[in-house]
């Protein structure tokens, strides 16, 4: 069976550190991967996702960036953070090709910026 | 570009009373709509979805939702809920990799 990790599961960084943010999927090959981020009453926003290795998709422009050096690793990054990057980082993945597009998702990763 | 609005932030019910969760979706192609739900300390997972067919569908744990093309609705319902249905759902529709989340909505369910 499918299974996707995401780590850390906490951090605190201060503002201006850089950032990375790792997610792995196992048991399917080239599948679809996404990150989100969940902010307290605003749902889920998609900024990055990937169809490929190398592929990189950006649906917000910001200060974080994604990328995908293996089938099934995806990594979100940042140079210098922000106080407004803080919040819950979600990661997902789905059946490349598949006919209903659903989206699994990780435990996700709560980021505090002080 | 799609988006997705759920009418309720937070919903405070009693045991077995009965439940609908409101969304709403503008986007004019075909659509893949879904709900999720994320129970406390818990990953965020599926609890039905539409793509074609019977435009009533039924997921886990009793819940059910109506696809309604005409309204671009797709409400999620429950006829009794019971207090472990606290939780956080989200309304979602996707097109291809394109996929909107609602902001949520906080369900309580009093004992």
């Known amino acids: 069976s499918q299974t996707i990790h995401q780590w850390p599961a906490t951090l605190v960084q201060p503002v201006g550190s850089p950032l990375s943010l790792e997610c792995t999927v196992e048991?399917?090959?080239?599948?679809?991967l996404y990150w989100y981020r969940q902010a307290a009453g605003r749902g889920l926003q998609l900024l990055f996702y990937s169809v490929g290795i190398g592929q990189i998709s950006s649906e917000v422009p910001q200060n974080l960036s994604a990328s995908r050096p293996q089938d099934r690793q995806f990594i979100l990054s940042s140079k210098k953070l922000l106080l407004s990057d803080s919040g819950f980082y979600l990661c997902?993945?789905?059946?490349?090709?598949?006919?209903?597009?659903?989206?699994?998702f990780g435990p996700g990763t709560r980021l505090t910026v002080l | 570009a799609q988006s997705v609005s759920q009418h309720n932030h937070h919903v405070i019910l009693s045991e077995a009373a009965s439940l609908e969760l409101g969304c709403n979706y503008s986007y004019g192609g075909t659509v893949n709509l879904f709900w999720y739900v994320q129970y406390p300390g818990q990953h965020l997972q599926l609890l039905l979805k539409y793509f074609s067919g019977d435009p009533l569908v039924k997921g886990i744990k009793g819940f059910e939702a109506e696809f309604i093309k005409s309204k671009f609705s797709f409400n999620l319902r429950k006829p009794s809920v019971q207090w472990s249905d606290t939780a956080e759902y989200f309304c979602?529709?996707?097109?291809?990799?394109?996929?909107?989340f609602g902001a949520g909505t906080r369900l309580t369910v009093k004992p």
């Open positions: 048991g399917t090959s080239n599948p679809n």
């Open positions: 997902a993945w789905s059946v490349p090709g598949g006919a209903d597009n659903e989206q699994f």
């Open positions: 979602a529709v996707n097109a291809i990799h394109d996929m909107r």
